[in-house]
């Protein structure tokens, strides 16, 4: 006697479709920018954008500010929130930080002392953003403060505990005396 092949099952539909969803992949939503209308920039409508306040501190001694605004969505993304205010070091900076990292070297003295500003395309998550050399007049939806590496700061708290101990009011220690003998 022989043995009769096993037939296959033939799949439902509703399993076909299961499948080539699955072979897809997840939907994914990019959010968008919003775009120009009648000749108005999306970055200067208030409703569309967040403002980013940076304070960069290139040695220990000196806060230079920009300010950045941004689309929501970069806001969002960067992981920023209403008042929200993140302190780093510049070697180890975070997401945010990171992302709006080439805003740091924009300006030069000129541009600081004339109140410069730039409209920029950054990579990644932040796209296009509004670059100011000055700071804010009103209070920033978030505030990142960039200070230097840690070697940096304590090379400089060193220096300066020298120079203190160099000019403080104190008299100088009296040198040691060792009973020597002549002859």
């Given amino acids: 006697m022989v043995k009769s092949k096993r037939k296959k099952r033939k799949p439902s539909a509703e399993w ?35 403002k980013i306040q940076i304070w960069y501190s290139k040695t220990c001694r000196d806060k230079v500010p920009i ?10 993304q960067m992981g920023l929130y209403k008042g929200k205010s993140i302190s780093m070091h510049r070697d180890r900076l975070k997401s945010s930080g990171r992302a709006l990292e080439k805003t740091l070297d924009l300006f030069n003295h000129n541009n600081r002392l004339e109140g410069a500003w730039f409209k920029k395309r950054l990579e990644g ?45 104190n008299p100088p220690k009296p040198a040691r005396t060792v009973a020597v003998e002549y002859m």
């Fill in 16 to 50: 076909k479709k299961l499948r080539q969803q699955h072979m897809k992949g997840p939907k994914r939503v990019n959010i968008r920018d919003p775009r120009q209308k009648k000749g108005v920039d999306p970055l200067l409508v208030p409703a569309n954008t967040k």
């Fill in 67 to 76: 300010s950045v605004v941004v689309f929501n969505r970069a806001f969002e």
């Fill in 125 to 169: 998550i932040v796209g296009r953003c509004l670059v100011f050399s000055q700071a804010f007049e009103c209070v920033p939806d978030a505030t990142l403060h960039i200070r230097p590496t840690r070697e940096e700061e304590e090379r400089d708290r060193k220096t300066s505990d020298h120079i203190d101990a160099l000019f403080s009011q």
